[in-house]
């Protein structure tokens, strides 16, 4: 039997492909603030400006394409039994071919009802047109979690790393509540890989944990060789 790996991914995986968040100065974010374009409450107020950015996000991702994390990732369900939960709500881990993934913060390239949450649509192309309507004639939004919402998937998400043999936590800081506190439900004993230039938050971690400091683009690709390697490379 496979062993479980689950990866935890964040916004520094999207990062190598281009995509900005919004601590980046030179990206999508940089002309808007949070309470603006990314809460209940704006939403409310002003539903063309929070629309327009969705869209201008969705069309900068269809520009975008996997980078060799994303792909890496992939590469290890060859070996293990892997699921990926992550933070970023772009569909490059799709894209690049995994197939078990938890979205905790929704999925930009998905609609929903405004009064009914599991009525989901896919979207084709990037452009929502503002007043696009469910099939009971509400108005649509982004299938994203907006700062000050509950994060519906964090119960499974939480499930699936108490099941982790290993876990993977790439391009994150660790700080973003309450997905940071996953790794809080890895079974004790189990090692933490953390991959991430940066400084992390590991204060959590009771772990065993590996901090590697590389770019997830990087860093990810040489982490997956040596987990191939540990099973000699047997699929």
């Given at each position: 039997?496979?062993?479980?790996?689950?990866?935890?991914?964040?916004?520094?995986?999207?990062?190598?492909?281009?995509?900005?968040?919004?601590?980046?100065?030179?990206?999508?974010?940089?002309?808007?603030?949070?309470?603006?374009?990314?809460?209940?409450?704006?939403?409310?107020?002003?539903?063309?400006?929070?629309?327009?950015?969705?869209?201008?996000?969705?069309?900068?991702?269809?520009?975008?394409?996997?980078?060799?994390?994303?792909?890496?990732?992939?590469?290890?369900?060859?070996?293990?039994?892997?699921?990926?939960?992550?933070?970023?709500?772009?569909?490059?881990?799709?894209?690049?071919?995994?197939?078990?993934?938890?979205?905790?913060?929704?999925?930009?390239?998905?609609?929903?009802?405004?009064?009914?949450?599991?009525?989901?649509?896919?979207i084709?192309g990037?452009?929502?047109?503002?007043?696009?309507?469910?099939?009971?004639?509400?108005?649509?939004?982004?299938?994203?979690?907006?700062?000050?919402?509950?994060?519906?998937?964090?119960?499974?998400?939480?499930?699936?790393?108490?099941?982790a043999?290993?876990?993977?936590?790439?391009g994150?800081?660790?700080?973003?509540?309450?997905?940071?506190?996953?790794?809080?439900?890895?079974?004790?004993?189990?090692?933490?890989?953390?991959?991430?230039?940066?400084?992390?938050?590991?204060?959590?971690?009771?772990?065993?944990?590996?901090?590697?400091?590389?770019?997830?683009?990087?860093?990810?690709?040489?982490?997956t060789?040596?987990?191939i390697?540990e099973?000699?490379?047997?699929?």
């Amino acid at each position: 039997m496979k062993k479980k790996i689950v990866v935890f991914t964040g916004a520094g995986v999207s990062a190598d492909s281009g995509i900005s968040t919004f601590r980046d100065s030179d990206g999508l974010w940089e002309h808007y603030r949070i309470e603006d374009v990314c809460t209940p409450e704006a939403l409310a107020r002003d539903r063309e400006t929070v629309i327009h950015f969705y869209n201008m996000r969705r069309k900068n991702l269809l520009e975008k394409k996997p980078n060799p994390a994303h792909e890496a990732i992939r590469e290890l369900e060859r070996y293990y039994d892997v699921e990926v939960v992550t933070q970023n709500i772009d569909d490059l881990h799709e894209r690049a071919g995994s197939t078990h993934i938890i979205h905790l913060h929704g999925e930009l390239r998905k609609l929903r009802s405004t009064a009914d949450e599991s009525l989901l649509y896919p979207i084709e192309g990037w452009e929502q047109k503002l007043d696009a309507r469910c099939e009971k004639g509400s108005l649509l939004r982004p299938h994203v979690v907006f700062f000050g919402e509950s994060v519906p998937m964090f119960e499974k998400a939480t499930e699936r790393v108490a099941r982790a043999d290993i876990l993977i936590v790439v391009g994150t800081s660790l700080n973003v509540y309450p997905a940071a506190s996953l790794v809080r439900y890895a079974k004790p004993g189990v090692p933490i890989y953390v991959v991430d230039p940066n400084e992390p938050n590991l204060s959590g971690i009771r772990n065993p944990v590996e901090l590697i400091r590389k770019r997830a683009a990087i860093g990810m690709p040489e982490l997956t060789a040596r987990l191939i390697a540990e099973t000699g490379g047997e699929e």
